[in-house]
């Protein structure tokens, strides 16, 4: 089977999986700006990785606007953001992002993976520093006990760049991946 890795990437951990993935898996990457059908015709798997911001998925409309070229193909959908995937909740705030976006039938259809990427606050464009000020904000009017842990940790390391890419959490997309081969 021939894969093609896509990713939309604003800082850079998204950039990061989706190589990690291309390697693992001796397949093309490309950014999915420069995606067109034809590219997409050629390939009989797409692997597709989105930064998440404000409950937004980046990129997904490589997904969204080809959806009938690749009905026929299995489709995977890998999320990279801040929050910790293995929190349920964390999970729950990323699929209700994903039901906006992606009709019913997309959701059955596209298997889902979950990274969890990093921040660098000197990076930050405007709207992403504003937004995170105020996020910032409504957690110090919060009692720290009754914080998160995962909040905890974000008003402990404001203004710092932070990463929790991990090149191993990619195994079980790329074990998915093959197997379907």
């Excluded at 997904?63 to 026929?72: D, Q």
Aim: glycine content about 10%.
């Amino acid at each position: 089977m021939k894969y093609l890795v896509t990713y939309a990437s604003k800082y850079g951990s998204t950039k990061k999986y989706a190589q990690w993935i291309a390697e693992a898996l001796s397949c093309d990457l490309m950014d999915a700006g420069a995606v067109k059908p034809g590219t997409l015709a050629q390939y009989d798997v797409l692997i597709h990785g989105g930064g998440l911001y404000a409950g937004g998925f980046s990129g997904i409309s490589v997904i969204t606007k080809n959806y009938e070229l690749l009905s026929g193909k299995p489709v995977i959908l890998f999320s990279c953001g801040l929050a910790d995937p293995n929190d349920p909740e964390n999970i729950s705030h990323i699929e209700a992002g994903l039901a906006k976006v992606l009709t019913p039938e997309m959701q059955k259809h596209i298997k889902q993976f979950h990274l969890r990427g990093g921040i660098d606050y000197g990076r930050l464009g405007l709207t992403h520093k504003a937004m995170m000020a105020m996020l910032r904000q409504s957690m110090l009017k919060k009692d720290r006990e009754n914080l998160r842990d995962e909040d905890r940790l974000m008003l402990d390391t404001y203004g710092q760049q932070v990463d929790f890419t991990d090149r191993s959490t990619i195994t079980p997309l790329v074990e998915y991946v093959l197997q379907l081969g």
